[in-house]
């Protein structure tokens, strides 16, 4: 467990001191600043606040901040497994086994990172006009209820009334945020086993799939029940329920994929030899 734990660090040390790291969050502010960039003046002008945790749930179901999102994500984990300059001398003091451990938990801690800089680049860009109370606030439920684009109040994220319906705005922040979590080391572990499988970084490709498979969904050709085996409609809590029958659903789509994904790179890490997929 020590080597592990050994191993994450220095995965965590190389990637804060890595340009690309500053260049995801270059441009994840940039999605940001893109969707909600003038919300703090209009909020401030007219005295309104928003809750602390509410913006997450709709940025994270939005379809053109995901694109950027997904782009930023990609530079942080499309190099898995992280292979890098003097990882020799480690992988001799290491079974396979538990070197892949430390990189897939370096991935989650990654992720989970991210998603925490997402939120606070969120409260950054609200500062002054934001509500901690766990009640929706009239920004948002005012925005639920015209049911349009809310570019006409200084965002560009949509807004719906689905999220409002299913509970206090904290514990559809968790949902969203796990939803998230799960995600995005699902689509982590597919990049990593075909790094492993091909020795070079397809992670993009995969990811780029899965994204334009939910726009065509919703928008070329809409099969009724279809987004129950999409990724990443079962992350949209602007439409999805979150009743415990599909909190179930979505949880239990993830864990078991993800579970057969570290079983599949275990099994193909077998039959490779590490220093020569650097």
Avoid at 242 to 261: A, E, G, S, V
Wanted: glycine share 6%; aromatic share 12%; with cysteine.
């Amino acid at each position: 467990m020590a080597d592990i734990k050994r191993m994450v660090l220095i995965n965590l040390r190389r990637q804060i001191g890595n340009s690309r790291f500053y260049l995801a969050l270059l441009l994840l502010l940039s999605s940001m600043v893109f969707s909600v960039g003038n919300l703090s003046e209009f909020l401030s002008e007219y005295n309104m606040h928003v809750q602390a945790g509410e913006l997450f749930i709709f940025i994270t179901s939005d379809r053109m901040v995901q694109f950027l999102m997904v782009f930023s994500f990609l530079l942080l984990v499309g190099d898995a497994p992280f292979l890098q300059e003097g990882m020799d001398i480690l992988l001799m003091r290491m079974s396979k086994k538990r070197w892949l451990s430390a990189q897939i938990l370096f991935m989650f801690c990654m992720i989970t990172i991210w998603l925490v800089v997402l939120q606070l680049c969120l409260l950054l860009l609200t500062a002054g006009n934001i509500s901690w109370q766990n009640e929706w606030s009239d920004y948002i439920t005012l925005l639920g209820r015209l049911a349009a684009n809310s570019v006409n109040m200084e965002t560009d994220i949509i807004i719906s009334m689905t999220p409002l319906k299913q509970g206090s705005p904290y514990i559809v922040f968790g949902v969203a945020f796990l939803y998230s979590l799960l995600l995005y080391t699902y689509l982590g572990l597919w990049g990593l086993i075909l790094n492993l499988l091909t020795g070079r970084s397809y992670t993009s490709l995969i990811i780029a799939v899965f994204v334009s498979f939910r726009f065509a969904l919703f928008n070329l050709a809409y099969i009724p029940g279809a987004e129950m085996f999409s990724p990443m409609n079962l992350v949209d809590l602007n439409v999805q329920s979150i009743n415990p029958q599909m909190m179930i659903y979505t949880i239990l789509f993830f864990t078991i994929q993800i579970m057969i994904l570290i079983w599949a790179s275990g099994k193909i890490l077998k039959k490779r030899d590490i220093c020569k997929l650097r």
